[in-house]
């Protein structure tokens, strides 16, 4: 008895992964007004595989001294649209033109509705250890000398392992959001939904969502943008 617990429990990642890969995404929960299934664990939400297996590289990671902290995981529709407004009326009060100030937004976050992380697979990491002054999702703070290089290293060595996958690299010829070394997604279940996303008449969507500068959301600046920012990311990451 004793051996086939063991047995069950070391199978029980396979069972989850091949259950939660199977799982179909109502398109709300792909917009971000949905209610997912989340676990919330120390500073996430995520799907519960994601979970898991966030936790098993957590633990693995405290073991070679790295201290993995989430800043950000599962945000809905909401959430994304609060970012989209503050930003919005913070560039245009600052003298930007509309166009300007929604370009200079989605350098590096997304449109309400369109965000990875309304899907519960996606989060921002860093280390825990180090401490940082100021903002500490800046790219130069993970290379060279800065605070998390450390932590990028192990990174590039182990995530894969557990199924996640750094989701805008720095390749030259990417375009898109601009290369972010703390976002990583859960490859076992995004894979799917960004397929399933795609499916979706998201220029319909964001027409009837009405959003500041959502008038500058033209047919031909929504197909670049779906190009670009949600497609154009590690091929890891897509079929």
Not at 221 to 238: A, C, M, T
Request: glycine share 6%.
């Amino acid at each position: 008895m004793l051996r086939t617990l063991i047995t069950l429990f070391l199978l029980l990642p396979a069972v989850l992964t091949l259950v939660y890969s199977q799982e179909r995404i109502s398109e709300a929960q792909l917009l971000g007004q949905g209610q997912p299934k989340l676990i919330e664990g120390e500073g996430y939400r995520l799907r519960p595989e994601a979970a898991l297996a966030f936790e098993r590289m957590k633990k693995a990671a405290l073991k070679d001294g790295i201290s993995i902290k989430v800043v950000s995981s599962y945000r809905d529709y909401a959430h994304q649209n609060r970012i989209w407004e503050r930003k919005y009326k913070r560039f245009r009060e600052s003298g930007l033109q509309p166009k300007q100030a929604i370009e200079k937004i989605i350098a590096y976050s997304t449109i309400p509705g369109t965000s990875r992380h309304h899907w519960g697979t996606d989060i921002d990491l860093i280390d825990a250890a180090p401490k940082v002054d100021g903002d500490v999702l800046v790219a130069s703070k993970f290379h060279g000398t800065g605070p998390f290089c450390k932590f990028k290293q192990w990174m590039d060595e182990h995530a894969n392992s557990f199924g996640f996958y750094l989701v805008y690299t720095d390749v030259l010829d990417r375009k898109g959001f601009k290369y972010e070394p703390w976002h990583y997604s859960y490859a076992p279940l995004s894979i799917n939904y960004l397929k399933a996303y795609n499916r979706l008449d998201i220029q319909g969507r964001l027409t009837a969502a009405q959003l500041m500068g959502s008038t500058h959301f033209t047919p031909s600046f929504v197909s670049g943008y779906l190009q670009e920012h949600i497609n154009d990311i590690n091929p890891e990451l897509k079929e």
